[in-house]
Protein backbone atom coordinates (compact mmCIF):
# COMPACT_ATOMS: atom_id res chain seq x y z
CA UNK A 1 0.00 0.00 0.00
CA UNK A 2 2.97 2.35 0.34
CA UNK A 3 3.88 2.05 -3.25
CA UNK A 4 0.46 3.08 -4.28
CA UNK A 5 -0.71 5.86 -1.53
CA UNK A 6 0.44 8.90 -0.35
CA UNK A 7 0.56 9.37 3.63
CA UNK A 8 -2.91 11.59 2.41
CA UNK A 9 -4.35 9.42 0.60
CA UNK A 10 -4.37 7.07 3.28
CA UNK A 11 -5.27 9.77 5.93
CA UNK A 12 -8.41 9.91 3.93
CA UNK A 13 -9.05 5.91 3.63
CA UNK A 14 -9.07 5.82 7.47
CA UNK A 15 -11.30 9.19 7.89
CA UNK A 16 -13.38 8.76 5.16
CA UNK A 17 -13.81 5.01 3.63
CA UNK A 18 -16.10 5.83 1.39
CA UNK A 19 -14.75 9.12 -0.34
CA UNK A 20 -12.48 6.86 -2.56
CA UNK A 21 -12.16 3.50 -3.09
CA UNK A 22 -9.57 1.05 -4.79
CA UNK A 23 -10.80 -0.57 -7.62
CA UNK A 24 -9.99 -4.68 -6.15
CA UNK A 25 -11.55 -3.64 -3.11
CA UNK A 26 -14.73 -2.04 -4.39
CA UNK A 27 -17.13 -3.80 -2.75
CA UNK A 28 -20.32 -5.16 -4.52
CA UNK A 29 -24.30 -5.53 -3.50
CA UNK A 30 -25.21 -8.57 -5.14
CA UNK A 31 -28.60 -10.20 -5.46
CA UNK A 32 -29.56 -13.29 -4.89
CA UNK A 33 -33.69 -13.75 -4.75
CA UNK A 34 -33.41 -14.76 -1.03
CA UNK A 35 -30.89 -11.92 0.52
CA UNK A 36 -28.83 -9.63 -0.53
CA UNK A 37 -24.94 -9.93 -0.04
CA UNK A 38 -22.23 -7.16 0.22
CA UNK A 39 -18.59 -8.39 -0.32
CA UNK A 40 -15.53 -7.87 -2.92
CA UNK A 41 -15.32 -9.89 -5.84
CA UNK A 42 -12.11 -12.34 -5.41
CA UNK A 43 -12.44 -14.19 -8.03
CA UNK A 44 -15.16 -14.82 -11.29
CA UNK A 45 -15.55 -17.11 -14.27
CA UNK A 46 -18.73 -17.39 -16.89
CA UNK A 47 -20.54 -19.74 -14.35
CA UNK A 48 -19.87 -18.03 -10.88
CA UNK A 49 -18.17 -15.72 -9.13
CA UNK A 50 -16.54 -15.81 -5.30
CA UNK A 51 -17.19 -12.50 -3.17
CA UNK A 52 -15.35 -11.82 0.23
CA UNK A 53 -17.83 -10.76 2.51
CA UNK A 54 -15.69 -11.00 5.84
CA UNK A 55 -11.85 -11.11 6.77
CA UNK A 56 -11.75 -14.73 6.38
CA UNK A 57 -15.07 -15.36 4.90
CA UNK A 58 -16.24 -15.95 1.03
CA UNK A 59 -18.89 -17.05 -0.77
CA UNK A 60 -19.35 -18.33 -3.73
CA UNK A 61 -22.65 -17.39 -6.21
CA UNK A 62 -23.77 -19.25 -9.41
CA UNK A 63 -24.39 -16.73 -12.41
CA UNK A 64 -27.43 -18.22 -12.83
CA UNK A 65 -28.89 -17.01 -8.91
CA UNK A 66 -28.04 -13.67 -9.48
CA UNK A 67 -31.12 -11.00 -9.99
CA UNK A 68 -28.97 -8.11 -10.28
CA UNK A 69 -25.29 -6.80 -9.28
CA UNK A 70 -23.85 -3.34 -8.55
CA UNK A 71 -20.85 -1.33 -6.88
CA UNK A 72 -21.99 -0.44 -3.31
CA UNK A 73 -21.39 3.37 -2.44
CA UNK A 74 -20.05 2.34 0.98
CA UNK A 75 -16.73 0.78 1.53
CA UNK A 76 -16.62 -2.17 3.78
CA UNK A 77 -14.36 -0.47 6.05
CA UNK A 78 -16.33 0.69 8.80
CA UNK A 79 -16.29 4.67 9.15
CA UNK A 80 -14.96 6.14 12.58
CA UNK A 81 -11.81 3.79 13.47
CA UNK A 82 -10.06 6.80 13.57
CA UNK A 83 -11.93 7.94 17.43
CA UNK A 84 -10.36 4.74 18.68
CA UNK A 85 -7.10 6.00 18.43
CA UNK A 86 -4.99 8.78 19.56
CA UNK A 87 -3.03 11.42 17.77
CA UNK A 88 0.18 9.87 17.87
CA UNK A 89 -1.34 5.99 17.36
CA UNK A 90 -2.92 7.42 14.06
CA UNK A 91 0.71 8.65 12.99
CA UNK A 92 2.13 5.63 13.81
CA UNK A 93 -0.55 3.77 11.53
CA UNK A 94 0.10 6.02 8.70
CA UNK A 95 3.70 5.57 8.84
CA UNK A 96 3.75 1.76 8.92
CA UNK A 97 0.90 2.01 6.06
CA UNK A 98 3.58 3.82 4.23
CA UNK A 99 6.59 1.73 5.17
CA UNK A 100 5.00 -1.61 3.28
CA UNK A 101 6.34 -0.91 -0.11
CA UNK A 102 7.78 -4.14 -0.75
CA UNK A 103 11.43 -2.97 0.24
CA UNK A 104 13.28 -5.87 1.05
CA UNK A 105 15.08 -4.72 4.00
CA UNK A 106 12.23 -4.29 5.83
CA UNK A 107 10.62 -7.80 5.10
CA UNK A 108 10.91 -10.20 7.65
CA UNK A 109 13.92 -12.58 6.98
CA UNK A 110 12.91 -15.74 5.59
CA UNK A 111 13.70 -18.44 7.73
CA UNK A 112 14.48 -22.45 7.21
Known sequence: IGVVRSGHDLLEAILFPSSSM?????????DIRKEVLSGIVKSESPEA?????AAAETRTVQRSE???????P?????????????????????????SLNNEQWLLPEKRE
Open 66 to 72: IVSMQAA
Open 74 to 98: ISMMPEGLDAALSDSELLDLIAFLR
Open 22 to 30: VPDFQPYLV
Open 49 to 53: ITLAT
